[in-house]
């Protein structure tokens, strides 16, 4: 690898992006760019300095062992550029973490932050679960995210806030023969002695597993025995094609081949998802942040809880210490 005199930061960044997704197109989601786009940054990068820094299959994408040498010192680079520009009154991006490139809520509350502050940059990042990007907000990699707060260990909940933004209706993914798909909404009673894939075994989503718990807690359902982790969305339909479990999520869940999406119903379960933050955070975008999860929850009624709507006990305590 030779270096040349000069490295855009930007085409770091690209590489940066796409050795942590190893996968191009969630990249390119990550950085809101074409794929196209994604990709010439990163053959113009491996040109500069004389060396292949993935290796490409049809199949996956892989750190060759020049890539490998270089993530810690591109990331090394572009927090100093961050400091650099915060130090000068030039405001680092805010980075703000989705969960996943559909997740409604958060997506939603980013589009509209945006548009309340158009002069800051504000940038999606994915990583599946609250839990997982947890341990980033608190080492300072990331600046917020979305999900269930009391869901969290407490040890993690300690160095961070939170603020309620929706209480999203739960739901259930089934196939499409499944005996309970001819259902408009499925009673959780009916689940009795179905096993059901609420993500145990993923370290990124064990918020949502004990959700999972403590929702059929006493009316035998079990939860699935962890599966292969699935990145991406074809891979796991995949999997579920071929366990062929019921899925637990919520009601804006997208659209995979050969299922339905049905309410759980009697009683309505909800996903309590905050906006999360670490504590002391300072960020020009961040109020506007803040201000687009308000507005978004007022206007949607997000915040609306159905007369038999069922959050679990430890959520309740969180819900009210916010109010």
Not at 8 to 20: K, M, Q, S
Not at 27 to 44: E, H, I, K, P, T
Not at 168 to 192: F, G, K, T, Y
């Given at each position: 690898m030779s270096a040349p005199r000069?490295?855009?930061?930007?085409?770091?960044?690209?590489f940066v992006t796409v050795a942590e997704e190893l996968h191009f197109t969630r990249a390119a989601a990550r950085l809101y760019v074409a794929q196209q786009a994604l990709s010439r940054d990163v053959r113009r990068l491996e040109r500069e300095l004389g060396a292949e820094l993935f290796v490409r299959s049809t199949r996956q994408v892989a750190l060759s062992a020049d890539g490998e040498r270089l993530l810690p010192y591109a990331?090394?680079?572009?927090?100093?550029?961050?400091?650099?520009?915060?130090?000068?009154?030039?405001?680092?991006p805010l980075l703000v973490d989705l969960n996943f490139p559909d997740q409604d809520t958060a997506r939603r509350v980013l589009h509209r932050a945006r548009e309340l502050a158009p002069g800051h940059e504000l940038m999606a990042r994915y990583e599946s679960g609250l839990t997982?990007?947890?341990?980033?907000?608190?080492?300072?990699?990331?600046?917020?995210?979305?999900?269930?707060?009391?869901?969290?260990?407490?040890?993690?909940?300690?160095?961070?806030?939170?603020?309620?933004?929706?209480?999203?209706?739960?739901?259930?993914?089934?196939?499409?023969?499944?005996?309970?798909?001819?259902?408009?909404?499925?009673?959780?009673?009916?689940?009795?002695?179905?096993?059901?894939?609420?993500?145990?075994?993923?370290?990124?989503?064990?918020?949502?597993?004990?959700?999972?718990?403590?929702?059929?807690d006493g009316h035998d359902i079990e939860i699935a025995s962890p599966v292969p982790l699935a990145v991406g969305d074809e891979e796991f339909g995949r999997i579920m094609a071929k366990l062929r479990y019921p899925i637990l999520a919520v009601v804006s869940f997208p659209a995979m081949p050969e299922t339905v999406l049905r309410r759980l119903v009697e009683p309505?379960?909800?996903?309590?998802?905050?906006?999360?933050?670490?504590?002391?955070?300072?960020?020009?975008?961040?109020?506007?942040?803040?201000?687009?999860?308000?507005?978004?929850?007022?206007?949607?009624?997000?915040?609306?809880?159905?007369?038999?709507?069922?959050?679990?006990?430890?959520?309740?305590?969180?819900v009210r210490s916010i109010y």
């Amino acid at each position: 690898m030779s270096a040349p005199r000069h490295l855009d930061p930007r085409l770091l960044r690209a590489f940066v992006t796409v050795a942590e997704e190893l996968h191009f197109t969630r990249a390119a989601a990550r950085l809101y760019v074409a794929q196209q786009a994604l990709s010439r940054d990163v053959r113009r990068l491996e040109r500069e300095l004389g060396a292949e820094l993935f290796v490409r299959s049809t199949r996956q994408v892989a750190l060759s062992a020049d890539g490998e040498r270089l993530l810690p010192y591109a990331r090394r680079v572009l927090r100093a550029q961050d400091e650099l520009l915060t130090a000068f009154g030039e405001a680092r991006p805010l980075l703000v973490d989705l969960n996943f490139p559909d997740q409604d809520t958060a997506r939603r509350v980013l589009h509209r932050a945006r548009e309340l502050a158009p002069g800051h940059e504000l940038m999606a990042r994915y990583e599946s679960g609250l839990t997982g990007a947890a341990a980033e907000l608190l080492a300072g990699r990331l600046d917020a995210s979305f999900g269930r707060f009391a869901g969290l260990d407490a040890s993690l909940r300690a160095g961070l806030e939170h603020q309620l933004v929706r209480y999203e209706p739960m739901a259930l993914v089934l196939p499409e023969d499944h005996r309970l798909a001819s259902l408009e909404a499925v009673p959780l009673a009916a689940l009795a002695g179905e096993t059901v894939y609420a993500g145990a075994g993923n370290p990124r989503t064990a918020e949502w597993t004990d959700l999972a718990r403590r929702l059929f807690d006493g009316h035998d359902i079990e939860i699935a025995s962890p599966v292969p982790l699935a990145v991406g969305d074809e891979e796991f339909g995949r999997i579920m094609a071929k366990l062929r479990y019921p899925i637990l999520a919520v009601v804006s869940f997208p659209a995979m081949p050969e299922t339905v999406l049905r309410r759980l119903v009697e009683p309505v379960p909800l996903s309590p998802v905050s906006l999360v933050w670490r504590k002391g955070l300072m960020h020009p975008g961040f109020d506007a942040l803040r201000r687009a999860a308000r507005e978004l929850s007022a206007e949607e009624g997000w915040l609306r809880r159905p007369a038999k709507g069922w959050i679990p006990a430890t959520d309740e305590t969180h819900v009210r210490s916010i109010y």
